[in-house]
């Protein structure tokens, strides 16, 4: 059984503020790349059950996992090293808590790989009200037949202790720094990355978003400028526009590219 709360979007630069700048972690943090693929039957049945199941790479282990419906925070969860796809689902077979339903698809030969992700995890121990919680910031992709989507989120799982304390846990740091609660998962987010579903998307011109936040920045004084004698428009960044755009958006302008030459 898994108990956690999942915080997103949490952009890498809040993910470090927020790293460095709490007393509750214990020990060092620990960094290391997970690539996984996810598993179901043509016809998406899994799915239909409420669970997902995949094998991921996590440093130098193979890990298969299979995930169940949620119920609040809490959902089943079960994990094994066992070698190769059928031997995994067999030994999660075994597991108590499993519906029979979701144990036939799995030993039923008829699944194929749904969709990818591959994501840099950063995780550390907390220690909050007396309970191990184990917290984890996740940057990468999801991405399902050619479709891709960005991983930037946090993660609070109780390792041992109260619910109540990882809730607890979870209200202070969205209170202090702003961060949501989602439900989402990597799962959910693929299910949605469908032709049918980019087909209700608007196509947008990156540049014309470019375009669009700096006349944002503009607006709000961050972003001043000139017409030089040649006719060109010259803009400056004020003192308040460099730290209110690092601190929002991360934007690091010590790159050699931010600047003029």
Not at 149 to 172: P, Q, T, V
Not at 174 to 193: D, H
Not at 222 to 230: G, K, R
Request: with cysteine; glycine share 8%.
């Amino acid at each position: 059984m898994e108990i956690e709360i999942k915080l997103a979007p949490v952009l890498p630069h809040e993910a470090a503020a927020f790293f460095e700048g709490e007393s509750f972690f214990e020990g060092s943090a620990e960094t290391v790349r997970m690539k996984a693929t996810y598993y179901d039957t043509p016809e998406h049945a899994l799915k239909a059950l409420g669970f997902s199941f995949r094998e991921r790479l996590e440093g130098e282990r193979v890990v298969y996992c299979l995930k169940g419906p949620r119920r609040g925070n809490s959902r089943f969860e079960e994990e094994t090293q066992a070698g190769g796809i059928s031997a995994a689902a067999e030994e999660l077979c075994k597991r108590e808590g499993l519906p029979l339903e979701a144990a036939a698809l799995l030993l039923s030969g008829n699944l194929i790989p749904v969709f990818r992700t591959d994501f840099v995890r950063k995780r550390r121990n907390a220690r909050y009200l007396g309970s191990l919680i184990e917290i984890s910031f996740d940057k990468g992709e999801v991405e399902r037949e050619g479709k891709r989507a960005a991983i930037s989120e946090l993660e609070l799982e109780l390792k041992r202790g109260e619910e109540g304390d990882l809730c607890a846990m979870s209200d202070y740091i969205r209170g202090k720094y702003g961060f949501k609660a989602t439900r989402g998962t990597k799962a959910s987010r693929a299910e949605r990355m469908t032709d049918e579903e980019f087909s209700k998307m608007q196509e947008v011109n990156p540049f014309f978003i470019g375009s669009e936040m700096l006349n944002y920045c503009i607006n709000c004084g961050w972003v001043q400028y000139e017409l030089s004698d040649d006719g060109r428009l010259r803009y400056f960044l004020t003192p308040e526009g460099k730290a209110e755009m690092e601190k929002r958006f991360g934007i690091n302008f010590k790159k050699p590219c931010a600047k003029v030459k």
